[in-house]
Antibody, heavy 120, light 108 residues
Framework: QVTLRESGPALVKPTQTLTLTCTFSGFSLSTSGVSVSWIRQPPGKALEWLALIDWEDDKYYSTSLKTRLTISKDTSKNRVVLTMTNMDPVDTATYYC????????????WGQGTLVTVSS | EIVLTQSPGTLSLSPGERATLSCRASESLSSTFLAWYQQKPGQAPRLLIYAASSRATGIPDRFSGSGSGTDFTLTISKLEPEDSAVYYCQQYGGSPMYTFGQGTKLEI
C-alpha cells in the first residue's frame, strides 16, 4: 500500500530557508518511471506544482520558483527533500508530495499535506 | 506556459442532477496528459480521471471525462451530497511540466 507523509516546520520566518521531507512507502524511487513531486496550495487558493525528481535523479522545477527550489532524494531511506530559500509570507501554504507511477502519468497518491506559515 | 481555465467558478446543483465542469487550455494538449482531481475541505486532492477519459482506481462510473485539443469536460451524473468539493483539472507533460486550473467549486 502506497503512502506518503510530509514533515517539516509549521512556522518559518521571512528570509529563512524551508526544508520539507516526504517520507514514502509502498514503492521505490529506484523503479523505472517512478517520480515524486511537490505541490503547494495557499489557503483558499488553487494548487501549484513546484518540483519533481525521477528515478534517474533528473530534476524539474516550476519556472517561476526555479531559483529558490532544490529537490533531492535518498532512495535507501525512501525520502524526498525539498528546500525553498528566502521564504516570504506569500509562501504560506499547505505543501503536498505526490507520486507519479510512470512517465507521462498523473499524481496517483498524495500525502496529507503540511501547513507552513511564514511570519515573523 | 500552458494555462488552464476552468468554468464555472462555482456550480450549485441538487442531488440527482448532472454536473458539467469545463477546462479550457491555452494551447492544444495531448489527451493523454489531462487529469481531473477532487478535493474536499481539509483533504488532499484525489485523482478521478486521467488521460482525459480514464477513471482512476475505485472511482464510480458516475464520473466521466471527455474532450480533446483545448476543451475538456468532467461530467458527474446522479449527484450525491458527498460530491460537494472543489474539482481541478491538470495537464502533465507540457512546459512547465504540470499545470493546474483554478478549480470549480461544486455545491450540492
Amino acid at each position: 500500500q502506497v503512502t506518503l507523509r510530509e514533515s517539516g516546520p509549521a512556522l518559518v520566518k521571512p528570509t529563512q530557508t524551508l526544508t520539507l521531507t516526504c517520507t514514502f512507502s509502498g514503492f521505490s524511487l529506484s523503479t523505472s518511471g517512478v517520480s515524486v513531486s511537490w505541490i503547494r496550495q495557499p489557503p483558499g487558493k488553487a494548487l501549484e506544482w513546484l518540483a519533481l525528481i525521477d528515478w534517474e535523479d533528473d530534476k524539474y522545477y516550476s519556472t517561476s520558483l526555479k531559483t529558490r527550489l532544490t529537490i533531492s532524494k535518498d532512495t535507501s531511506k525512501n525520502r524526498v527533500v525539498l528546500t525553498m530559500t528566502n521564504m516570504d509570507p506569500v509562501d504560506t501554504a499547505t505543501y503536498y508530495c505526490a507520486r507519479i507511477r510512470s512517465v507521462g502519468a498523473p499524481f496517483d497518491y498524495w500525502g496529507q499535506g503540511t501547513l507552513v506559515t511564514v511570519s515573523s | 506556459e500552458i494555462v488552464l481555465t476552468q468554468s464555472p467558478g462555482t456550480l450549485s446543483l441538487s442531488p440527482g442532477e448532472r454536473a458539467t465542469l469545463s477546462c479550457r487550455a491555452s494551447e492544444s494538449l495531448s489527451s493523454t496528459f489531462l487529469a481531473w482531481y477532487q478535493q474536499k475541505p481539509g483533504q488532499a486532492p484525489r485523482l478521478l480521471i486521467y488521460a482525459a477519459s480514464s477513471r482512476a482506481t475505485g472511482i464510480p462510473d458516475r464520473f466521466s471525462g471527455s474532450g480533446s485539443g483545448t476543451d475538456f469536460t468532467l461530467t458527474i451524473s446522479k449527484l450525491e451530497p458527498e460530491d460537494s468539493a472543489v474539482y481541478y483539472c491538470q495537464q502533465y507533460g507540457g512546459s512547465p511540466m504540470y499545470t493546474f486550473g483554478q478549480g470549480t467549486k461544486l455545491e450540492i
